[in-house]
T-cell receptor
Framework: EAGVAQSPRYKIIEKRQSVAFWCNPISGHATLYWYQQILGQGPKLLIQFQNNGVVDDSQLPKDRFSAERLKGVDSTLKIQPAKLEDSAVYLC????????????FGPGTRLTVL | AQKITQTQPGMFVQEKEAVTLDCTYDTSDQSYGLFWYKQPSSGEMIFLIYQGSYDEQNATEGRYSLNFQKARKSANLVISASQLGDSAMYFCAMASAGGTSYGKLTFGQGTILTVHP
């Protein structure tokens, strides 16, 4: 069974530029999560999708961050414009359903904003 | 709101010895799940073990066991017979059963484990 795929693995941009990250969850997983992990901290949830609908985006900085999951499968997270404090690893995770059990994580995208 | 506290920024252990990583949590939910994840320097999050709030027995997965003390709101991870490959960052996390946050993972700050030969 293929795991959660993310691309790119690394991205370096200058502040005020735009960037997009892509995530393909495990086949059949209805729930998809985007987490932000700043260096030295635990991951923090940005947004949670159930199929193609947003369940929780309370911690997403909506003035600059957006995310979509149009067909209920893969998802894109965008930052426009980027700030220095957006430098982090962006982790995508999926689970079969909204569950209290295991979420499967992708390898992450490491973003550096200069 | 849920909160996870890991009070050990770093831990050292000798190879083949056991080590306990501490985790306390705070939640008003009756139903929740507790997790431990391992994050090596490569960055991926590797699931280790899960404990449900209604599970009466402590969870075990190979060399990993979770010491669940519900009244004290603690969920410590015990790694037996440490190996050099266990050197990594370890995160305790909790999944909430409340409202729109159902399934959302709240993570602690992490503990860096170093295994010495």
């Amino acid at each position: 069974e293929a795991g959660v795929a993310q691309s790119p693995r690394y991205k370096i941009i200058e502040k005020r530029q735009s960037v997009a990250f892509w995530c393909n969850p495990i086949s059949g997983h209805a729930t998809l999560y985007w987490y932000q992990q700043i260096l030295g901290q635990g991951p923090k949830l940005l947004i949670q999708f159930q199929n193609n609908g947003v369940v929780d985006d309370s911690q997403l900085p909506k003035d600059r961050f957006s995310a979509e999951r149009l067909k209920g499968v893969d998802s894109t997270l965008k930052i426009q414009p980027a700030k220095l404090e957006d430098s982090a690893v962006y982790l995508c995770a999926s689970s079969l359903v909204r569950t209290l059990h295991e979420q499967f994580f992708g390898p992450g995208t490491r973003l550096t904003v200069l | 709101a849920q909160k996870i506290t890991q009070t050990q920024p770093g831990m050292f252990v000798q190879e083949k010895e056991a080590v306990t990583l501490d985790c306390t949590y705070d939640t008003s939910d009756q139903s929740y799940g507790l997790f431990w994840y391992k994050q090596p320097s490569s960055g991926e999050m590797i699931f280790l073990i899960y404990q449900g709030s209604y599970d009466e027995q402590n969870a075990t997965e190979g060399r990993y066991s979770l010491n669940f003390q519900k009244a004290r709101k603690s969920a410590n991870l015990v790694i037996s017979a440490s190996q050099l490959g266990d050197s990594a960052m370890y995160f305790c996390a909790m999944a909430s059963a409340g409202g729109t946050s159902y399934g959302k993972l709240t993570f602690g700050q992490g503990t860096i484990l170093t295994v010495h030969p």
